[in-house]
């Protein structure tokens, strides 16, 4: 698996030589016990560092200052029409489950029945907003 890795980081690198890889998919989203080797490691002389480990599919992922969001676990919603439409669809009737961002990293908004989702060490200026 690590070759596997290093390798897939050398051909991107090769093509798009200043792109950052961030984020990893494992093969056929089997999960090993200890995913640490998969954020981080060196095989074939090429080391690697990834953020986070996307699942194969799941659905919308949870805000990153969720309690529910685990970056080695992260959910996905599938580019195929149907899920899209699908997740599309039920945003559209569910606005309140929404990640809202001002682009101000330094802020999160949430709904006020909403807030005690937010990790506990969430040390971010929280700007609570009622249902529409």
Same mark, same amino acid.
């Given at each position: 698996?690590?070759?596997?890795?290093?390798?897939?980081?050398?051909?991107?690198?090769?093509?798009?030589?200043?792109?950052?890889? !961030? %984020?990893?998919?494992?093969?056929?989203?089997?999960?090993? #016990? +200890?995913? @640490?080797?998969? /954020?981080?490691?060196?095989? $074939?002389?090429?080391?690697?560092?990834?953020?986070?480990?996307?699942?194969?599919?799941?659905?919308?992922?949870?805000?990153?200052?969720?309690?529910?969001?685990? !970056? %080695?676990?992260?959910?996905?919603?599938?580019?195929?029409? #149907? +899920?899209? @439409?699908?997740? /599309?669809?039920?945003?559209? $009737?569910?606005?309140?489950?929404?990640?809202?961002?001002?682009?101000?990293?330094?802020?999160?908004?949430?709904?006020?029945?909403?807030?005690?989702?937010?990790?506990?060490?969430?040390?971010?200026?929280?700007?609570?907003?009622?249902?529409?």
């Amino acid at each position: 698996m690590r070759a596997q890795i290093a390798e897939a980081q050398q051909w991107i690198q090769r093509y798009v030589p200043d792109y950052r890889i !961030r %984020t990893i998919a494992l093969p056929h989203g089997v999960y090993p #016990r +200890d995913v @640490s080797w998969a /954020l981080r490691g060196e095989a $074939k002389g090429t080391t690697y560092a990834h953020d986070a480990i996307l699942m194969v599919s799941g659905g919308a992922a949870p805000s990153p200052f969720s309690r529910g969001f685990d !970056r %080695t676990r992260l959910p996905r919603i599938q580019a195929l029409e #149907r +899920d899209l @439409s699908a997740w /599309l669809d039920w945003f559209d $009737k569910h606005p309140n489950e929404r990640f809202v961002s001002d682009g101000d990293p330094a802020t999160v908004t949430v709904p006020t029945d909403r807030r005690d989702t937010l990790k506990p060490d969430v040390k971010l200026r929280v700007i609570e907003r009622n249902e529409r």
